[in-house]
């Protein structure tokens, strides 16, 4: 299992990070793959991402996304309400199938990501900086140029809160400043 995976598996059972990325991918069109690399990298002590790297890792898996992920969620939300004339636990199975496949298309973008990170190979993550955190996400989310709403920017403090599970409050407080 790569580096990235594992963290991703865990960060993504933390307190709150669930419906902060789901937003931001619904509302902002993010790429949960991405701010969780921002997260990660961080933990990692990594430089802090730019906007022009934010914009070639997307690049590097827009093509994956288009091709296999988005399709495969469309299809997991289509038959989320059911299928007329089709029995409910027949559509509940096949939707549980393309959700495993989901996923499995999540963890190959990870890895495109993770192999399109320098520095990465061999560093184990720590308690990561807020102000890295947050400048990491800035650039993730500078990827969609409209204006941030307070709902985008409360799913963002909940993302660099998750990040950064020592923080203290201030410290969250001053990073949130990046947005």
Not at 26 to 38: K, W
Not at 119 to 128: F, K, L, N, Y
Request: charged content about 20%.
């Amino acid at each position: 299992m790569s580096a990235f995976w594992t963290y991703t598996l865990e960060f993504y059972r933390r307190d709150g990070v669930q419906p902060a990325v789901i937003h931001l991918q619904d509302a902002r069109g993010a790429d949960v793959n991405l701010l969780i690399h921002a997260a990660w990298t961080a933990a990692l002590g990594l430089p802090a991402t730019t906007g022009a790297q934010a914009s070639t890792l997307a690049d590097s898996v827009a093509a994956w996304r288009d091709t296999a992920i988005e399709p495969l969620r469309a299809v997991r939300n289509a038959l989320r309400p059911g299928v007329a004339h089709v029995p409910e636990e027949e559509c509940k199975a096949l939707r549980g199938q393309v959700l495993k496949l989901e996923i499995e298309s999540e963890r190959i973008e990870q890895a495109v990501l993770e192999a399109g990170t320098p520095g990465a190979a061999g560093c184990e993550p720590g308690e990561p900086d807020p102000a890295l955190v947050a400048a990491n996400l800035a650039a993730m989310t500078s990827l969609n140029p409209a204006p941030l709403t307070q709902a985008d920017r409360d799913a963002l403090r909940a993302v660099l809160v998750a990040g950064c599970q020592n923080a203290a409050p201030a410290e969250i407080d001053a990073a949130m400043q990046s947005f």
